[in-house]
């Protein structure tokens, strides 16, 4: 069976990073392109960055310029690495291939707050 597994989340102060984790069971992430999306209570599911192949990134405005998204394929993982974290940027982080989202994890809660 299909399987998505995010961790890394946390809480963290406002100016914080943290680095999230993707791993898969059941298929081999290296084969889609990746993206991370977050969730917060009463807004649609938003996604903030995405990888195509092996280096090519995608950025959602609200994001650009503090996260990076980058994949190892020796571990077949993807990672979020998240820096100058602002409280706005709490909610639920949930790995996916973009377009083909049937199957969701249970995503890595993300607290910023001071």
């Known amino acids: 069976q299909l399987q998505l597994v995010e961790s890394g989340g946390g809480l963290v102060q406002p100016g914080g990073s943290l680095r999230l984790s993707c791993t898969a069971s059941?298929?081999?992430?290296?084969?889609?392109?990746i993206g991370w999306f977050r969730q917060v209570p009463g807004k649609e599911r938003e996604l903030v960055a995405s990888i195509i192949g092996g280096a090519t990134t995608v950025y959602a405005d609200s994001v650009k310029g503090r996260f990076t998204i980058s994949r190892d394929n020796r571990k077949d993982t993807v990672y979020l690495q998240m820096d100058s974290l602002k409280i706005e940027d709490t909610a639920v982080y949930y790995c996916n291939a973009p377009g083909r989202e049937t199957h969701w994890g249970q995503g890595t809660q993300v607290t910023v707050s001071s």
């Open positions: 059941g298929f081999t992430l290296g084969n889609y392109a």
